[in-house]
């Protein structure tokens, strides 16, 4: 539900607000945005909880970077999260402006414990296997395996990889600030220039585990070990090989990024550069850049067809690269109804999804929509997991 209040000519006040019903029937009222416009000859201020807008790109949006992901929400992945901020627009001659943003804490993306449980389980996997190999390499641990295979006492990678034991670390309080300057109507295209310090807002591993954590636990984990063997007590000494945590940590690290788009028109197409390159700072996180180039036009028969081409990089070594393709088709039925076909292709892990997508308009508030997903991956935890599930669905939309 969105209501909208003008207050004149100075200002604005926006508020949607949601009422989800839960499995179990209870109902939880919140609300997604709510913010105050006001408005100045020269400068335009919006404070509250808002999303801030600074991509061109479909649905993946490099420089919007301030809002975190609803992995839970109906398009996981596109889906965003307001957050309170104070954005305000400055405008100045030849039709450009400068916007600023501030937002007094970070949110990091909302995945639900579903989510949360999967990526737990395959960190601790990949850990497992990881913290093994190095294990059966060090001279020192190779002897202490051999001394604790004596005692009846076995280490292989399921042991290892049941030590491992994910937390998350969810700051809320990191402040971000960014700001833009766009100058509009050059040639029929409006360019941007973006500079922001951000938290990132995926989950990333702290590479400081091999390094720092894992000797640390394992120095810990022999001298207990050992203490109960020198005592003879092999049951204790077994149950804590057994039940032993090494905590593997996700951190949110501070970004500083650097961002441009165009957007305009070439001929009767619409065509967009979305761009933005992130800068970590710290050596275990690789810099990088996510890249969007893109087109619309309309075809025969009111057909509307968008292509776009992304690509992201890796934030860290050993993770891959994400190239997609999308193609969204938009066709019409008797200037009233819609038909929709969305598609993406993976083209670095092999992965695609698609979504048949059809409007039913039922009156002039009301629309019946109509759909499917259809997911093809070739295993679970491939980004296109991340995007979307198959699911076959129905939803009325109303507007009051």
Do not use: C
């Not at 997604?32 to 479909?58: A, E, M, S």
């Not at 300057?181 to 040639?187: A, C, S």
């Not at 810099?287 to 690509?311: C, E, F, P, R, S």
């Amino acid at each position: 539900m969105i209501l909208e209040k003008e207050l004149g000519f100075s200002g604005n006040i926006y508020v949607k607000a949601q009422l989800e019903q839960k499995y179990n029937g209870e109902n939880i009222a919140k609300i997604d945005q709510g913010y105050l416009d006001y408005y100045t000859k020269n400068v335009d201020f919006r404070v509250g909880k808002q999303i801030i807008r600074w991509g061109t790109g479909y649905r993946f949006k490099p420089n919007d970077v301030f809002n975190p992901n609803d992995m839970t929400g109906y398009k996981a992945f596109f889906d965003k999260m307001a957050i309170n901020a104070v954005k305000a627009n400055y405008y100045l001659p030849n039709r450009s402006e400068i916007s600023l943003v501030v937002t007094p804490e970070s949110k990091v993306q909302k995945m639900g414990l579903e989510k949360e449980n999967d990526v737990a389980k395959r960190t601790a996997a990949e850990f497992g296997v990881q913290t093994y190999q190095q294990l059966i390499q060090d001279p020192n641990f190779k002897a202490l395996l051999d001394a604790w295979s004596n005692y009846g006492i076995n280490i292989d990678e399921n042991t290892v990889q049941n030590w491992m034991a994910p937390e998350y670390d969810k700051p809320l309080d990191n402040p971000q600030v960014g700001l833009r300057f766009t100058k509009r109507g050059v040639k029929g295209f409006d360019y941007s220039v973006m500079l922001s310090q951000t938290t990132e807002k995926t989950i990333v591993l702290d590479k400081k585990f091999f390094q720092e954590t894992l000797p640390q636990e394992l120095t810990n984990l022999t001298n207990k070990t050992n203490g109960y063997l020198t005592k003879g007590m092999l049951g204790k000494a077994l149950d804590v090989v057994e039940n032993y945590e090494i905590p593997i940590k996700y951190v949110y690290p501070e970004i500083t990024n650097i961002g441009f788009s165009a957007i305009g028109q070439v001929g009767k197409q619409n065509v967009w550069i979305d761009m933005n390159y992130s800068i970590f700072g710290e050596e275990e996180y690789l810099d990088g850049g996510y890249y969007v180039i893109g087109h619309d036009m309309k075809l025969a028969n009111n057909l509307y067809l968008t292509n776009q081409l992304t690509y992201a990089a890796p934030i860290l070594k050993g993770d891959d690269e994400l190239i997609t393709l999308n193609w969204i088709f938009e066709y019409p039925i008797n200037n009233k109804h819609e038909f929709i076909l969305t598609s993406m292709y993976d083209i670095s892990n092999n992965g695609f999804s698609l979504e048949p997508q059809f409007n039913y308009q039922l009156n002039k508030s009301s629309q019946l929509q109509l759909g499917l997903t259809w997911l093809g991956a070739e295993e679970e935890g491939d980004p296109m997991t991340w995007f979307s599930k198959d699911r076959v669905y129905s939803r009325l939309k109303v507007d009051f």
